[in-house]
Nanobody, 122 residues
Framework: QVQLVESGGGLVQAGGSLRLSCAAS????????MSWFRQAPGKEREFVAV????????YYADSVKGRFTISRDNAKNTVYLQMNSLKPEDTAVYYC???????????????WGQGTQVTVSS
């Protein structure tokens, strides 16, 4: 069993930066691929980024490629999402998720955090 708690969201102006953190409980954290998804009001949850269990492999949605960086520290049971050059369209609730496959679809993930709000003003 893995429990996930996100933090680091907030209000930022367009062009600014935020770093989200997702702290995991449980000794099996390092066995899971970890992803970030986001959901804007009235929209479906969408994939943002994924990182493999060792951190060697990452993959990003085209909409965030070159602006966002996903990383993890298995010693701290934490995954991060560094978000730079933020745009108003990045406004959403951001969720971290853990799963075995590292897929880009939400149903592939077994564990989810409660979400953290990111609001980017224009």
């Amino acid at each position: 069993q893995v429990q996930l708690v996100e933090s680091g969201g907030g209000l930022v102006q367009a062009g600014g930066s935020l770093r989200l953190s997702c702290a995991a409980s449980g000794r099996t954290f390092s066995r899971y691929a970890m992803s970030w998804f986001r959901q804007a009001p009235g929209k479906e949850r969408e994939f943002v980024a994924v990182i493999g269990w060792s951190g060697a492999i990452t993959y990003y949605a085209d909409s965030v490629k070159g602006r966002f960086t996903i990383s993890r520290d298995n010693a701290k049971n934490t995954v991060y999402l560094q978000m730079n050059s933020l745009k108003p369209e990045d406004t959403a609730v951001y969720y971290c998720a853990g799963g075995k496959s590292g897929a880009t679809i939400s149903k592939a993930y077994d564990y989810w955090g409660q979400g953290t709000q990111v609001t980017v003003s224009s």
